[in-house]
């Protein structure tokens, strides 16, 4: 086995202060004179490249950032509790869900950026509603805001033939949110099924949530549907990994009446 890098190590050991609460969120990291000197005792380092390599590192895995001429600082981030079940939770008509979830126990100001279009479906979400070839879906697609600051992305689909002429379709904010509308149609979501995928972000997704260089992302898939067992929504959640804790919460309710899922063993 090859020796680790003495980069990496260095990267490796302020990543375990960082972790450990060392360098709590905002704290300043020690100085590359600092680090310099700490490390040309401890590993016989004697440039700063090989500190700035190291420091790199985790800059690249969104965990610092360098405000010059002052150094590097651990990045502060309040992360939002993510909880995948709470959107199928009855909610006050009169407010919109992500509003609810976000002022139930964060105190933050929340806001979306909406925008909704007529797309050809991916396979994926063909797949996943059972569409027939050539059928279009109504996408809502949402940039979710804290203080102004994207947290994650909510894009929807549903079969355009059933939302056509609908509010599902208003380009904005819906108050009583869009499952209350699809509920209005006939079909109430009563059971969701999640999946989720951790990957790197694409390119439009690290320009719709602002990312920093090396953020991983949680993208869940959810596909809901009503009590008939019809798949009636898709909905890609993306979940970037410096801004929230995944919660997830289990029931054995569902059991043997969970809708059979076409795609694979749920």
Not at 83 to 101: G, H, M, Y
Not at 170 to 190: F, I, K
Not at 220 to 238: A, E, W
């Amino acid at each position: 086995m090859k020796p680790t890098p003495v980069y990496q190590q260095i990267a490796d050991d302020l990543r375990r202060q960082i972790f450990d609460g060392t360098f709590p969120p905002g704290s300043q990291v020690p100085t590359e004179a600092e680090l310099l000197e700490k490390y040309g005792k401890l590993h016989g380092v004697r440039s700063r490249q090989t500190i700035r390599q190291g420091l790199g590192v985790l800059v690249h895995e969104g965990l610092i950032e360098a405000r010059r001429p002052k150094g590097y600082f651990v990045i502060q981030r309040k992360r939002l509790v993510y909880r995948p079940q709470a959107e199928l939770r009855q909610k006050p008509p009169e407010v919109d869900i992500f509003t609810n979830l976000v002022q139930e126990e964060d105190g933050r100001t929340p806001s979306q950026e909406v925008e909704v279009s007529i797309v050809e479906p991916t396979p994926a979400i063909r797949e996943r509603l059972g569409l027939e070839p050539g059928e279009l879906v109504a996408a809502r697609r949402r940039v979710r805001k804290l203080d102004d600051v994207p947290y994650n992305l909510n894009d929807s689909y549903v079969r355009l033939s059933l939302v056509q002429g609908t509010d599902f379709m208003h380009p904005g904010d819906v108050a009583r949110g869009t499952n209350a509308v699809l509920g209005e149609l006939g079909h109430e979501l009563v059971y969701g099924f999640h999946e989720f995928y951790l990957r790197m972000p694409m390119p439009d997704e690290v320009q719709r949530l602002q990312l920093g260089a090396g953020v991983p992302v949680a993208e869940h898939l959810s596909t809901t549907f009503d009590s008939q067992r019809k798949p009636v929504q898709v909905t890609m959640n993306l979940i970037p990994g410096d801004r929230h804790v995944i919660v997830f919460e289990t029931h054995r309710e569902a059991g043997e009446n969970s809708p059979r899922i076409p795609w694979g063993s749920p």
